[in-house]
């Protein structure tokens, strides 16, 4: 559909609904408490899942309806001996030691004064059914009175942001199980702190805390994990809308606005659904929906409690014509603008929504047809073929077409000079700006931020030290880009298969990160000199020998790992990033020699173990598995730190645990059981055990992962040993001490015995509270014993 017929179809005669979704959010907004629904309570209970919420004694207040129901209420513990409870008890250790490490108990029993409390469910109508019981439950309208001039005003701001999620619930009609029940508790000890039930969520339950530090805002998850009753399903359970087929028509302007046009495929997976929710960059604004060519609602509002919650993007509903029938395909077309491109100056831009700058239901794979007109002067760059680019007056236009089905599509678009390099069959494209950014020109010693890790998703990154030298060429190694790029490429091709696309295209990103996109990777902009700002000290090779070779790499490799291969969680993410970085390794090893790689991991193992902005040692700040709960305001850099220092380490002691070529036949098998499949970690263990070698002390590698990846601990190892006996009956006993851990941490820790013409044993050496044994018969005695020589294992 054109956009003139778009435009007209919004402008018909639209049917009554049209307005519902805006009108129930306006109610929501402007809600208030009903004083004629004020009661004295005492021992009410409610229970969601496993929340366990006990208003001992106090006030309770509900709102007025909206939409027929009544969807907020607020208890006060304002008498004599008054109080409220609540409990939640995380299910598994890491979660425990997440809690614990915010509230310093393992479990969440507090005792609280007021709680705010927005619903979508059946709350109300239970609340009420217990009031019978106790013949101190009656109306207060008196006190209502003044319990709703209180606390009005809160539930308007708490409505603000929960407002899109409670007017998907009341469209849709939702059962009181898919609810959601999000509360605002103020105790004495914790002060207020959200704890919320959102069955949209993969983990509905979470509770933590929205924090403020160095004007940036955090959402400090305490605890998230799935309800009792999904933790009881066999299977995950499907999304329930399916999309595939984007074209995109997208418009950039000399002011660098973005205005697009995306067409999708859309399949439901049940029928009756009157509003389905997408995700969006917050930087662009949804202004119409149509489904199969009828106009439908758009709700979409501001919510950065929301936001935080959903990883940075902003949720909008579409209000659909008509309920959607299960299995049926609809065509969903978005009109949608914004600015999420950046001048940093001398037209060296910045994409800031680089995968999120269109309408998203989760990351699915689809094909995607792209069409862009943009400034003349400016190069575009997408994933996939070329089909078309043509000049259009001052504009010009550009087509690009994916073969294959990918997740998601990003863009970059600057000044471009370009280098070409073709290896193994396939296309490497390397875009540079032709100009230096005027962040770099200027001489200064100052060191750079973050000058070891990757993937920053943040716009607030953009490079802004100044260089420490004469300004560079940003063109020195652009044709050094390509080969490397196309180098690397062919080398993992050969191993790990075809990659997402046959045709990669790198472009510069002004900052200190990158990211590989299928068909497309953002190169920092200081991976295209000659020389690079350096770190003092010891970090200075390791910071080169990233921007110069490894971060080009790890990008590249992200076309197999998160392109191919995915995960469905953040909790699992982290294996992409860490296959990814260790596939750069592999390559380097190569490339550049053990040596590089042993820097590498040395740098790595020292950034764990540095104290982070908490006082404590980064690595402790929890499991690799948090993912992003790392990036919280007690530490913001332990997530970057644990997922790709720690990640790294984690592949390799896996490498050097199975041995080389079971190693590499453990990710070959890895790609061809999930190509463009979600993997977990889990499935990720069980793919691995079954490399493992021969009478394996860790045959299905579960000791292996409850240390290293579901726990937390980097050991001091020490070795003592003797040898008893007369040649040719000698026997080598020893001991293998761990310190510097917790007592339930379990390592197994290699031990090279090397007699006289070469032959070398190894002994693996299983390490716990106790210290662990080995015991070898030998007929000669050994030249050498060593503990560890190859960096089997991440220690001190």
């Not at 933590?208 to 994990?225: E, I, P, V």
């Not at 380490?649 to 079971?662: F, K, N, V």
Request: hydrophobic fraction near 40%; charged fraction near 25%.
């Amino acid at each position: 559909m054109p956009r003139w017929e778009l435009a007209l179809a919004l402008c018909l005669s639209a049917p009554g609904w049209a307005a519902e979704a805006d009108s129930l959010a306006r109610a929501i907004r402007e809600n208030s408490f009903d004083r004629q629904e004020c009661y004295r309570v005492r021992d009410l209970t409610l229970a969601i899942e496993d929340i366990k919420i006990y208003l001992t004694d106090g006030h309770l207040i509900f709102s007025r309806p909206v939409g027929g129901k009544r969807i907020a209420a607020v208890f006060v513990a304002d008498v004599e001996g008054g109080d409220a409870e609540v409990i939640l008890l995380p299910p598994d250790r890491a979660e425990r030691r997440s809690l614990a490490s915010y509230i310093h108990s393992p479990n969440l029993d507090e005792h609280f004064r007021t709680g705010m409390f927005l619903f979508s469910g059946d709350t109300y109508q239970k609340i009420l059914a217990q009031l019978p019981s106790n013949a101190t439950n009656k109306r207060a309208p008196d006190i209502g009175a003044l319990l709703e001039e209180q606390f009005s005003p809160m539930l308007r701001n708490l409505s603000e942001s929960y407002q899109t999620r409670l007017v998907l619930d009341l469209l849709n009609h939702t059962t009181d199980s898919e609810s959601v029940f999000a509360s605002v508790l103020d105790s004495v000890k914790l002060g207020a702190f959200d704890l919320v039930y959102d069955p949209q969520r993969a983990e509905p339950i979470i509770a933590g805390q929205m924090t403020s530090k160095d004007n940036r805002l955090f959402l400090d998850a305490w605890t998230s994990f799935k309800t009792r009753s999904m933790r009881n399903e066999s299977a995950p359970r499907p999304p329930d809308l399916a999309l595939s087929a984007y074209r995109i028509e997208a418009a950039i302007g000399s002011d660098l606005e973005l205005r697009a046009t995306t067409r999708v495929k859309v399949r439901p997976s049940h029928s009756g659904l009157r509003a389905v929710p997408f995700d969006i960059s917050p930087l662009m604004t949804v202004t119409a929906a149509t489904v199969d060519g009828q106009p439908a609602e758009v709700l979409q509002r501001e919510s950065p409690r929301g936001n935080a919650m959903r990883a940075g993007n902003e949720m909008f509903l579409v209000a659909v014509p008509e309920p959607l029938v299960a299995g049926r395909d609809y065509e969903f077309v978005f009109e949608h603008s914004g600015k999420v491109v950046f001048d940093t100056g001398d037209r060296v831009l910045f994409v800031t929504a680089r995968g999120n700058w269109y309408p998203l239901h989760g990351l699915q794979f689809a094909t995607y047809d792209l069409t862009f007109r943009h400034p003349k002067d400016l190069d575009l760059v997408a994933p996939g073929e070329l089909v078309d680019t043509r000049a259009a007056g001052d504009s010009r236009i550009t087509r690009f077409r994916t073969r294959s089905p990918i997740r998601f599509a990003g863009f970059n678009l600057g000044n471009y000079a370009r280098a070409r390099a073709e290896r193994g069959g396939y296309v490497v494209e390397v875009c540079a700006n032709r100009s230096l950014q005027p962040s770099l020109k200027a001489p200064s010693a100052l060191p750079m931020r973050e000058p070891i890790v990757t993937g920053s998703r943040r716009s607030s990154e953009i490079l802004s030290e100044p260089f420490p030298v004469t300004a560079p060429n940003p063109l020195d190694r652009l044709q050094e880009i390509a080969t490397g790029v196309a180098a690397a490429l062919e080398f993992m091709a050969s191993r790990f298969g075809p990659p997402a696309l046959d045709h990669l295209t790198v472009s510069p990103i002004p900052g200190t990160f990158g990211q590989g996109f299928p068909g497309l990777i953002y190169l920092s902009t200081l991976s295209y000199l000659k020389t690079v700002p350096r770190s003092a000290g010891s970090l200075a090779q390791a910071q080169e020998l990233f921007y110069q070779q490894v971060l080009q790499t790890h990008e590249t490799a992200h076309q197999w790992w998160g392109n191919r291969v995915t995960t469905g969680s953040y909790r699992d993410a982290w294996m992409m990033e860490a296959l990814a970085n260790y596939s750069a390794m592999l390559y380097l090893e190569k490339t550049a020699g053990t040596h590089a790689v042993d820097m590498m991991l040395d740098t790595y193992r020292n950034e764990l173990l540095a104290k982070g902005e908490s006082g404590q040692q980064v690595e402790s700040a929890g499991p690799i598995t948090m993912g992003t709960r790392l990036e919280s305001s007690q530490d913001p850099g332990a997530w970057r730190t644990v997922t790709y220092g720690k990640g790294t380490w984690i592949i390799h002691m896996l490498r050097r645990y199975l041995g080389d070529q079971r190693f590499a036949a453990m990710l070959a098998e890895v790609l061809k059981r999930y190509d463009h499949q979600e993997m977990s970690t889990e499935d990720f263990r069980r793919v691995a055990a079954r490399f493992t070698p021969p009478q394996s002390d860790d045959a299905d590698l579960g000791t292996f992962f409850d240390a290293w990846v579901y726990g937390t601990g980097i050991p001091a190892l020490k070795m003592n040993y003797s040898v008893k006996g007369k040649a040719p009956a000698l026997r080598l006993v020893g001991t293998v001490t761990q310190t510097e851990v917790e007592r339930d941490f379990t390592a197994l820790v290699p031990v090279e015995i090397h007699l006289p013409g070469g032959q070398v044993i190894t002994q693996w050496v299983r390490c716990d509270s106790e210290p662990g044994t080995f015991s070898v018969a030998l007929k000669q005695l050994p030249s050498r014993v060593i503990l560890d020589p190859d960096r089997a294992v991440l220690r001190r």
